[in-house]
């Protein structure tokens, strides 16, 4: 069965920390995997898109790594900020275009 | 990128009656779309995949009676929650892919579907 795990699954940290969001998919024949974020009753934010040949992408203050061979990506942000707050989701995507997302880690980031 | 396009993005409903979501791809040929539901503080869920032109395949679980899945064209897909309950309240979202979007879906802003 394809699953995706997040961890945590909640995180507070003050501002200005750097910070690491965890992600693992048991099946590792994916297409591609994809950072989103999301705010409280809001739709998705696709932040980073890492192919699978690829092993890591980068974005401002945010860089996602992929090890295919262990399962695992990390979403790295940098010099956190308040406006960062919101639930991230981790989603793999598999033959057919069908797209498993781990179940996110909420961050609060504290002024 | 692909630009998706959800409407409405937010609709309560009388319990019994039905509502229709649509999921518009706006610059390509959308092949296939995808609904998911997300339940509050859950992760999303997928619920069926529509390709252009043929009937949707459900997932475990998922009832196609109450959830109607419409992929008529290449640019539109429609989700209709016939005779919603309370408990059909939730974030419903849809994505696309297509030819020429290397792997790479596009999901909609989501619509939120509140049955009182």
């Known amino acids: 069965k394809q699953e995706v795990t997040q961890i945590p699954a909640a995180l507070s940290v003050p501002e200005g920390e750097n910070l690491v969001l965890n992600c693992s998919f048991t099946d590792s024949a994916i297409y591609n995997l994809q950072w989103f974020r999301q705010d409280p009753g809001k739709g998705l934010t696709s932040l980073l898109l890492?192919?699978?040949?690829?092993r890591e992408q980068t974005s401002g203050r945010l860089n996602a790594s992929l090890d295919k061979s262990s399962g695992r990506s990390t979403l790295y942000i940098a010099a956190s900020q308040p406006g960062d707050s919101a639930t991230y989701l981790c989603a793999c995507t598999y033959g057919g275009f069908k797209t498993i997302f781990g179940a996110g880690t909420r961050l609060f980031v504290k002024a | 990128g692909a630009v998706v396009s959800q409407h409405p993005s937010w609709v309560i409903c009388k319990s019994g009656t039905s509502v229709k979501i649509e999921c518009r791809s706006l610059?390509?040929?959308?092949?296939?779309m995808f609904w998911y539901r997300q339940f509050p503080k859950q992760s999303l869920m997928l619920m069926a995949t529509s390709n252009e032109g043929s009937k949707a395949t459900y997932e475990q679980g998922v009832e196609k009676d109450k959830f109607l899945i419409n992929h008529a064209s290449l640019t539109l897909s429609t989700l209709t929650v016939t005779s919603a309950h309370p408990e059909d309240s939730s974030f419903y979202i849809c994505s696309v892919t297509g030819r020429g979007l290397n792997t790479e879906a596009f999901f909609g802003q989501g619509t939120r579907l509140t049955v009182v």
């Open positions: 890492i192919q699978s040949s690829q």
């Open positions: 610059d390509f040929q959308a092949t296939t």
